[in-house]
């Protein structure tokens, strides 16, 4: 039996996978493992809930403080707010846990049902799978006074966006003065925060995709779309641009020629400033298997180490929780600062690059340049047995083309997670190299593994 949560919460389609039932069955459930005991009087528990700009987050986040309130839980609602700032109201407010309504990048017709727990940070499998477990399960509820009280907290945003900057400039005032950056808000959650924090800062922001209207979250624009804003730095002589996407939580920018600079060279450009600063833990940086051998031979040439865990950035957390370490994310575009916050941060990410150009004085397209990216082919080898993926022969083939790039180059082959195909990555020198050798493994795996 699959599990109901995934890699980052429960998502699928608004209305018919995730319903107002399901919302309220999940977050009756969840309180009932997140919280203590219902209690009446001043130590009742209490839970934060908010949501993107999704139409459907109306009713579901409804749904989930009606369900939170049933289970004796008190119920802050945040409103629309990106889900790191649901985090961070979380973990300021001492609340003991908080739901976030988003389905993050993918289309406005989904939605997600996120839990944070207390102090801000993403749950662990084991809780998730006792959240799920009580679903549908009979137990005496409670009533009369000890019953949850829902309530608001209109100054969520601003206490929010304090924070950012906060912990941007270290007491200089306007840190981002003289940068002009073209802010791209998917019409999702950042569309007030986003702005906002950037102009505190000092920033000269124009701002586009920021007009949400409940039906179109990361349509054709955001970090899923950035030819979009990569126009509109062109357009306005922008000295950069930064994307994000629909609840904000990843960050990707392009330089003043539009050119597009991903979650690793981000990375690496952070990790190359704290290092300098004595502020890089360990001296090491968390990246996914996915990530550019590039950034790993980069970080390699300044001394530090990389790290790699499973596709996630909850797996990336994870590493850092359990080493210690404060800098990581994906190529995506999630980057983990956890010297700043509890998860990934889209508009936090953004504070940071620019305060590294606006401390360097240098282009982002010149920072960018310090983490080269090789070329990446990545071939879907489908109708396969994805449950072979390590067949003799195939890891034969896999060696032989390893030994033959050398450490200039890569190869990752990864089952599909969904469906019967297995994902065929080659990084090399060029790309006429990394094509030849991803048809090549694609071959191999097609004719030894065909369903």
């Not at 919280?35 to 130590?43: E, F, Q, T």
């Not at 289970?71 to 976030?100: I, K, N, R, W, Y």
């Not at 920018?253 to 600063?277: F, H, P």
């Not at 879907?380 to 083309?401: C, I």
Request: with cysteine.
């Amino acid at each position: 039996m699959s599990r109901l949560f995934g890699t980052d919460g429960v998502r699928g389609l608004a209305n018919t996978d995730i319903t107002a039932r399901l919302a309220l069955d999940l977050a009756e459930a969840g309180a009932r493992v997140l919280a203590d005991s219902p209690r009446s009087g001043r130590d009742r528990p209490f839970a934060v809930v908010g949501r993107d700009t999704r139409v459907s987050g109306e009713f579901l986040s409804s749904a989930v403080a009606a369900g939170i309130a049933a289970a004796g839980v008190d119920v802050l609602l945040v409103g629309e707010l990106p889900t790191p700032g649901v985090a961070h109201v979380v973990q300021s407010s001492g609340a003991d846990f908080g739901v976030v309504l988003s389905a993050s990048h993918n289309p406005m017709p989904d939605n997600g049902i996120k839990f944070f727990g207390r102090g801000g940070t993403k749950l662990p499998d084991e809780l998730e799978d006792r959240i799920a477990g009580l679903l549908g399960e009979d137990w005496e509820r409670p009533t009369g006074d000890q019953v949850g009280r829902i309530g608001r907290f209109p100054a969520a945003a601003d206490d929010y966006i304090e924070y950012l900057v906060e912990r941007l400039n270290g007491g200089r005032e306007s840190p981002l003065s003289g940068i002009t950056v073209v802010a791209d808000c998917a019409h999702g959650a950042a569309s007030v925060v986003g702005p906002a924090a950037l102009r505190q800062a000092g920033a000269e922001v124009i701002v586009v995709a920021a007009e949400p209207n409940g039906y179109n979250i990361n349509d054709g624009v955001g970090s899923t779309h950035v030819d979009n804003l990569a126009a509109a730095v062109r357009a306005n002589n922008a000295d950069v641009g930064v994307a994000f996407d629909g609840d904000a939580d990843r960050c990707l920018a392009v330089d003043s020629l539009g050119r597009v600079v991903d979650g690793d060279q981000i990375m690496g450009i952070l990790a190359l400033g704290l290092k300098e600063t004595g502020e890089l833990a360990h001296d090491t940086l968390v990246t996914t298997v996915m990530s550019n051998l590039g950034l790993r031979l980069a970080m390699e040439k300044a001394g530090i180490a990389t790290v790699q865990t499973k596709v996630g950035d909850r797996y990336v957390l994870e590493r850092m929780l359990a080493d210690g370490y404060t800098l990581g994310g994906e190529q995506s575009g999630h980057i983990l600062m956890l010297d700043n916050g509890t998860t990934g941060d889209g508009v936090q990410t953004a504070l940071h690059l620019l305060d590294r150009m606006a401390r360097t004085r240098r282009s982002l397209a010149d920072l960018a340049a310090e983490i080269p990216r090789l070329p990446q082919v990545l071939i879907n080898v489908e109708d396969v047995d994805k449950t072979q993926v390590g067949h003799r022969a195939v890891a034969a083939e896999v060696a032989a083309v390893e030994e033959e790039l050398g450490r200039t180059g890569r190869v990752l082959l990864r089952a599909s997670g969904t469906e019967p195909l297995i994902r065929v990555m080659v990084e090399a020198e060029t790309q006429e190299i990394a094509q030849t050798q991803a048809e090549r493994l694609s071959a191999v795996v097609r004719t030894e593994l065909s369903l």
